[in-house]
């Protein structure tokens, strides 16, 4: 409680927004219907246009047309119709059974200046965009959505996250729910585009984006071209795990369906990614990845345990500070937790697998409740993570009811980059006492 009072009275550039606050009475919303978007553009225009981080002053844009002779350009500046700056990129496509994809381009533009809006035009033709980049200190906002979907709960989620500013979107996995029915695909790419076009968008994959049929072995093909993600920049020889910098934030993006035992690429990938983070330049460590290691949840239980095993040493030695996953269609919050027990110098693991999934709500805990679990709840809606300096951070999930986002949990972080005991106990058992508010 002192840590909500004392907090927003030092950190006198940041002020919390008054948001509607939960109420006790609410009820579990029922699964949402699937939406379906249409195609309503010129073959020769952008649709389902994304854009996400590559490197520290470098976009990657992203989008498809059904010409195949459309060029994979594009043009940007600071001002509104004035384009001083033309890019050209690459293009791919690919086939899935009788399915055959549009021409999907990704261009990579920059040098670009940190909190600055640009707008741009895809391909020399249709409608305008624009983002803004993110900013090169602190603060900056994270928007935090798994399991996404295509519902109209998944509209209600992204209309929600639309009403607040924000500068990056982390998605642990579970993107369309396409589960191998490609038009579902495009669809996704058309109704997230409004948010995936004015804001960097960085995903890892689930479940639901494996896509493996025995004439298609490989899978994570529809991921893969559509979604490409700064794996190379990161030293990653995979797109399904990688990791990026942004305003003194580095962000792991691990792969829950590809090896992660101790022989594994991705393992070895993870142990020399840790390595060469500097907490003095970069004091914040997020960890995104699908399935849960921690989980009270009676829906897939044990999924992410041997990935808990292999990896959660290299995250607890490295200190990082939050770990967020999909998966389960709900919400909950860890304590700071290490080999299942209340640890301060271990990760706080939040579960928020909630964005608009078809396949509804994940409604039954195991009960008693853990010690370990602090809340816990079954509904949509998506998660904030505002890092204020080097030290503080605020994390809020905002329920969706019907019109309103509706804060339903919040915390106050403290960096465990600025724990001398921790740092002083690295390879040592480190006993716990701390309150619940501050973590």
């Given at each position: 409680m002192w840590a909500r009072i004392i907090f927003p009275l030092l950190l006198t550039n940041f002020v919390l927004p008054q948001l509607p606050q939960a109420r006790d009475d609410f009820s579990r919303q029922p699964a949402g219907q699937v939406i379906l978007t249409r195609h309503d553009r010129s073959d020769s225009d952008p649709q389902q246009v994304h854009i996400s981080l590559l490197g520290s002053d470098h976009i990657r844009v992203s989008w498809i047309t059904d010409d195949r002779q459309a060029p994979s350009m594009v043009e940007y500046g600071t001002e509104s119709g004035r384009y001083d700056v033309k890019a050209r990129g690459v293009h791919t496509s690919y086939t899935y059974f009788q399915y055959s994809s549009g021409k999907i381009h990704h261009v990579k533009i920059g040098p670009l200046e940190p909190d600055t809006t640009y707008f741009y035009r895809c391909g020399e033709s249709g409608p305008e965009f624009s983002f803004k980049t993110p900013p090169s200190t602190f603060p900056i906002e994270f928007v935090v959505v798994g399991d996404l979907g295509q519902t109209d709960w998944t509209a209600s989620t992204l209309e929600h996250v639309g009403g607040q500013d924000y500068d990056v979107f982390l998605l642990p996995g579970d993107l369309s729910y396409a589960n191998g029915h490609q038009p579902l695909w495009d669809s996704f790419g058309r109704l997230v585009e409004p948010s995936a076009s004015r804001r960097p968008w960085m995903v890892t994959q689930g479940n639901h984006d494996i896509e493996i049929l025995p004439n298609h072995p490989k899978g994570f093909v529809s991921y893969n071209s559509r979604w490409p993600m700064p794996y190379e920049e990161s030293g990653s020889t995979s797109n399904l795990y990688y990791s990026f910098e942004v305003a003194g934030t580095h962000i792991i993006m691990l792969g829950s369906y590809t090896d992660f035992d101790v022989d594994s690429a991705q393992y070895k990938w993870l142990e020399a990614d840790l390595a060469r983070v500097d907490r003095n330049k970069t004091p914040w460590i997020l960890v995104l990845l699908h399935a849960p290691w921690y989980n009270t949840n009676t829906a897939h239980q044990g999924e992410g345990e041997s990935m808990r095993q292999s990896m959660e040493e290299l995250l607890y030695k490295a200190r990082v500070d939050v770990v967020f996953a999909g998966h389960v269609h709900a919400y909950e919050r860890f304590t700071r937790v290490y080999d299942n027990e209340k640890d301060k110098c271990g990760p706080v693991y939040i579960t928020i697998g909630d964005g608009g999934n078809r396949e509804g709500l994940a409604?039954?805990?195991?009960?008693?409740?853990?010690?370990?679990?602090?809340?816990?709840?079954?509904?949509?809606?998506?998660?904030?993570?505002?890092?204020?300096?080097?030290?503080?951070?605020?994390?809020?999930?905002?329920?969706?009811?019907?019109?309103?986002?509706?804060?339903?949990?919040?915390?106050?972080?403290?960096?465990?980059?600025?724990?001398?005991?921790?740092?002083?106990?690295?390879?040592?058992?480190?006993?716990?006492?701390?309150?619940?508010?501050?973590?």
């Open positions: 409604l039954e805990y195991e009960e008693p409740a853990s010690p370990l679990s602090l809340y816990r709840e079954p509904s949509f809606g998506h998660g904030r993570f505002r890092i204020l300096n080097e030290t503080h951070a605020f994390w809020s999930w905002h329920r969706n009811n019907d019109a309103d986002a509706i804060v339903a949990d919040d915390v106050w972080f403290e960096s465990l980059s600025t724990s001398k005991a921790c740092w002083d106990t690295v390879d040592e058992e480190v006993p716990s006492s701390f309150s619940k508010d501050e973590l």
